[in-house]
């Protein structure tokens, strides 16, 4: 069946790069397109990204300058990876497919 | 970027009430909104697709209305297991959260 599971550091210093990995089963990251969503905590979902079927990417604007999203198909695997985190940074970060969700992981930016 | 104007911030009703969300978009939207459910600790659910199309396993009680800029989200004869945020998400030009809606029982 299809899945998704994020994984990364749990903790990250400001100023520094955030690198998450979205493993995906199920399905060929050729077929769908992947998309990342946070949600600092107690607030609201934000749409950050997709990585097209294709292998082309759109960013939500406010976060283009600073965000990266890339895959490696032979591993089933999506990347994030965004720099010059600060605090508002903090919360849970998904990876998902349509209706499929990973569990998400939380991302603390914390000296 | 589309901007989407979600209201209320949050909702209080009671049991077999009806409750209604709207979502309002900076530009027509061609009808690309969809609706999720989330609960707490857990991922986000999509309940509706192209406004008014039900996900499989959406109870019949949730339903979505719109076009243009102007959408809806009801749920009718409310249920304690409805408790959860609930977000409307465009998708005709990339993608764009409504600020969301918790619902509460009173």
């Known amino acids: 069946q299809v899945q998704l599971k994020e994984s990364g550091p749990g903790l990250v210093q400001p100023s520094q790069t955030l690198s998450l990995t979205c493993t995906v089963s199920g399905f060929s990251l050729t077929s769908y397109n992947v998309h990342w969503v946070r949600q600092p905590p107690g607030k609201g979902l934000e749409w950050m990204g997709v990585i097209w079927s294709g292998g082309n990417t759109d960013y939500n604007s406010a976060l283009k300058p600073r965000l990266s999203i890339s895959r490696d198909t032979s591993k089933s695997q999506v990347f994030l990876t965004m720099n010059s985190l600060q605090t508002e940074d903090t919360g849970i970060y998904y990876c998902?497919?349509?209706?499929?969700w990973g569990q998400g992981v939380m991302v603390t930016v914390s000296s | 970027d589309i901007q989407m104007t979600q209201s209320p911030p949050s909702l209080s009703a009671s049991l077999g009430d009806k409750v209604t969300i709207t979502c309002q978009a900076s530009q027509n939207i061609n009808k690309y909104i969809a609706w999720y459910q989330q609960k707490p600790g857990k991922a986000p659910r999509q309940l509706i697709r192209y406004t008014s199309t039900l996900v499989s396993g959406t109870p019949s009680r949730f339903s979505g209305s719109g076009s243009g800029r102007d959408y809806s989200f009801s749920i009718s004869n409310v249920e304690s297991e409805d408790i959860a945020s609930y977000y409307c998400l465009q998708y005709d030009n990339l993608f764009t959260f409504g600020s969301g809606t918790k619902l509460e029982i009173k």
């Open positions: 998902n497919r349509n209706q499929n």
